[in-house]
Structures are given as structure tokens and as C-alpha cells.
């Protein structure tokens, strides 16, 4: 789980990285500031088998497909969550970059675990 970019709001991953956490998931959180190829390298690294991103700076048809691309040209098949204040219009198109999902704000923890668990039958 990370934050792609400058923004500095991580309220509402440090909430679903607990959630996920609480649920029994291991969560690596790399906070603020991060780049697509932090969340790659790390992806690798902890042998991961989703990544998180939380985004509320608007710079996610930029970043997400960035991200997306990496960890194509890594060989890797990584689910790739969103979440953040997205505009409904954006979501089809990070979709079609390679999101797996988007989350946005209001949605409940219960949900987003339900989700991740479902992505990784027989984990956590």
C-alpha cells in the first residue's frame, strides 16, 4: 500500500491498511511521497500479492497507467486497487490501464476486505 505523488493526506490508507491488517492480512505500508517504480520494486522485493494505491492529488491518469506498465514490463500479474477521490468518468479509463478496482471515499472497510480477499483465495 502506498501514496503515489505529493500528496499528503494518508488518513484514509492508514484506515484500510488497518483494516486489512485487523482482518488478518500482512500489510506492507510505504506512506507518502512514493513513485510507480517505489510500488514496483517493493511489489517484488515482498513478493506481493496485491498493491494498494490511495490517491487524492488528481494525478492518477498519469500515475496509475505508469504503474500499470511497470509492472508489465517487470513480467509480474499484479492486482492493482485504487482508491481516492476518483471522477466517475476516470475510473473506466484506469480500468482499461489495468486497475482492478477503484474504491472511493465512503466505501467501508468490511467491503475493501472483502475485496482484497477475494483477489487471494485461501490467503488471509
Known amino acids: 500500500m502506498g501514496k503515489i505523488g505529493l500528496d499528503g493526506h494518508e488518513r484514509g490508507a492508514a484506515v484500510v491498511s488497518h483494516a ?5 492480512m500482512e500489510v506492507i505500508y510505504l506512506g507518502l511521497r512514493r513513485t510507480p517504480a517505489d510500488l514496483v520494486a517493493a511489489a517484488i522485493q515482498e513478493d506481493v500479492d ?23 514490463e ?12 476518483i471522477p466517475g468518468n476516470d475510473i473506466t479509463v484506469l480500468k482499461q490501464a489495468g486497475v482492478r478496482e477503484v474504491f472511493l471515499p465512503g466505501t467501508s472497510t468490511d467491503e475493501i476486505v472483502r475485496y482484497f480477499r477475494s483477489l487471494v483465495p485461501g490467503r488471509a
Not at 52 to 68: F, K, N
Open 50 to 72: 496485491v498493491i494498494g494505491v490511495s490517491l487524492l492529488s488528481g494525478g492518477h491518469l498519469t500515475s496509475i497507467p505508469l504503474l500499470t506498465k511497470l509492472l508489465k
Open 74 to 85: 517487470e513480467g509480474l500479474d499484479i492486482p492493482v486497487i485504487l482508491g481516492g477521490v
Open 20 to 24: 486489512l491488517r485487523d482482518a488478518g
